[in-house]
C-alpha cells in the first residue's frame, strides 16, 4: 500500500474512486440484468434468450474483475516506486561515500610516498592544534598545574619550542585573567573555527566548554549558533552553485558540488541530481573537446593526460572506453615524437 507521502498518491486515489463508481455501476447492471431475466423467463422459456442473458451476466461479472485487477496492478506499481525511491537514495549517498572512499585512499597513497619530513610538517598544524584545545581546557577549569605539565610533556616529547613558550606564555597570561575574559577567549576561538567551515572542530570544542561551564549562558547558545552558520554557509553554496550553473561555469560549479556534498540530506541530493548531471556531462563534453584539440595537434602527451582525466572521472562512459581503445597507440605515438626530437 502506498504511504501518504508518495508522489504518486493521488493516482491511487483517483483509481480508487473510478473503480468504486465502475462496481457500483456493473452491480447494478448485474442485479437488473438477473431480475430481468427471471422476469422474462418466467412467461415463457426460450434457450437463445437464456444464453444471452448468461453472456451477459458473465460479461458483467468478468469487467468487475478486470477493475479489481487493474486497480490492484496500479497500487502495486505506485507501492514499488515509493519502496524503491529510498533504495535509490541511498544507492546515491553510498556512490558518493565510495567516490570519497576513494579520494581519501589516493590521499593515503600519496603520503605513503612522501618522506618522513614531509609527513612531519603535514602533520605538525594538526598536533599543535590539538595540543592547544588540551591546553586551553586546563586554562578554562583553571588547572594551571596540570596546563604546565601538559606543557613540559609536550616540550620532552615533540620539542616545539617556539610553540612551547607561546603556550607558556598564554597560561602566564590566563592566571592573570577573569573566568569572563577565559571565556570570551574561548568564545573567540571557536568563532574562528566557524568562520574558516571548522564545524568538527567548532562542536568538539563547544562541548568540552558545556562539560567545564554548563551553566554559562554564552556557552550555552554556541551549539545554535553553530548551527546557523553552518546553515547559512550551506546557503550561500547553494547560491554560488545556482549562479555557477547559470553562467556555464562547469568547473566551478563541480567544485561547489563536491563541497555541498558534505551537506545535502539524500532528499536534497535527490532534487539536485538532474542538474548535477547537466553539470557532469558538460564538464564530460569539455574534457571530449580538449582531447580532440589535442589528437587533431598531434599533441599526444596532452591527450594522454585528458584522456587518464576522463577515464578516471568518468569511467563507465562510453568515451573512456573509446579513449582505452586509443591509449596504447597515442603512448606509441608520443614515445616516437620523443625520439624523433631527441634526434633533431
Known sequence: MPTSNSRFTWVVTLVRIWSLIALVFLGVCFVATGVYAGVALAGEFVIDRLLLWIVALAAEASAGALVLIFRGLVETIVSNEQ????????LKRIESLLEAAHESNRRLIELSQMSDAARSLLFRRHEIEAMNELLHEHLIAQDYA???????DIEKRFGHTEQVEQMRAE????????NEQKVDAALGRIGKLIESGDWAGASRQTRRLSQLLPENPKIAALPQLISDARTKHKRDLLGDYDQAVRGGDVDRSIELLHELDKYLTPQEAAAMEESARG????KLHNFGVQFAIRVTDQDWAGAIAIGRQITSEYPNSRMAQEVRQKMDTMRTLATAKQEAVGAE
Open 146 to 152: 596540570g596546563g604546565e605539565k601538559l606543557v613540559n
Open 171 to 178: 597560561i602566564v597570561k590566563a592566571k592573570a585573567t577573569t
Open 279 to 282: 553539470v557532469f556531462r558538460a
Open 83 to 90: 519502496a524503491v525511491k529510498p533504495l535509490a537514495d541511498h
